[in-house]
Every structure is written in C-alpha cells, then in structure tokens.
Nanobody, 118 residues
Framework: QVQLAESGGGLVQPGGSLRLACVGSRMTFNMYDLHWYRQAPGQQRELGARFTEGGTTSYVESVKGRFTISRDNAKNTLYLEMHSLTPEDTAVYYC????????????WGQGPQVTVSS
C-alpha cells in the first residue's frame, strides 16, 4: 500500500522558516505529479505548490518568492522550503501524489500542522 509520510511541521515566529518533507513508499515515486496543499482553519483546502513528473513547478500567488518546492526522486522525497512566514501561512499542510495511467491513483499524507505565531 502506498504511503506518504510527512515531517517538519511545528510552531514558528513570523518571518521565520520551516522545511517540510514527504517520503513516499511502495510507489514508483518519479512517475508521480507531486503537490503541497494546505488548509487553514475555516478555509477550503488549496493547492500551494506543484512539482510535476516532467519537472515543472508552479505556486499559488500568495507563496511565490517565499516557498520552494523540490523533489529528490532517488530518496523518494518531496520538500517544501518556506521562508518569510506570516500568520496567514498557518494551516495543515498535505503532501499529495497522483498519477493518471488508465485510472487515477491519488494519495495523501497525514498533514502536519504549521503554526506561525509570536
């Protein structure tokens, strides 16, 4: 069974940085499009950043220039580097992997909490 295991959440002061990691297991990691979603309290889940199987990255406007998504296929790991954090970045952050080959395979991590507060 495919699993996505996340780490790196926690409490950080405004202006600080965090790095999230998501390790995939029991999957051909390099075939998947990978995403970081986030869900703030009372808000809908939104796509924050994407790293496609083909190497294309994209970001939601609110995190551009502050967040960097990267992947290491040799380690089956997806990263999200977050800098200049603000309280508006407070959310549960979810790693997602999907692959469309005949049918859609779609997997989610457990979602670590990131809290930005002084």
């Amino acid at each position: 069974q495919v699993q996505l295991a996340e780490s790196g959440g926690g409490l950080v002061q405004p202006g600080g940085s965090l790095r999230l990691a998501c390790v995939g297991s029991r999957m051909t990691f390099n075939m998947y499009d990978l995403h970081w979603y986030r869900q703030a309290p009372g808000q809908q889940r939104e796509l924050g950043a994407r790293f496609t199987e083909g190497g294309t990255t994209s970001y939601v406007e609110s995190v551009k220039g502050r967040f960097t998504i990267s992947r290491d296929n040799a380690k089956n790991t997806l990263y999200l580097e977050m800098h200049s954090l603000t309280p508006e970045d407070t959310a549960v952050y979810y790693c997602n992997a999907n692959l469309l080959v005949g049918r859609l395979s779609d997997y989610w991590g457990q979602g670590p909490q990131v809290t930005v507060s002084s």
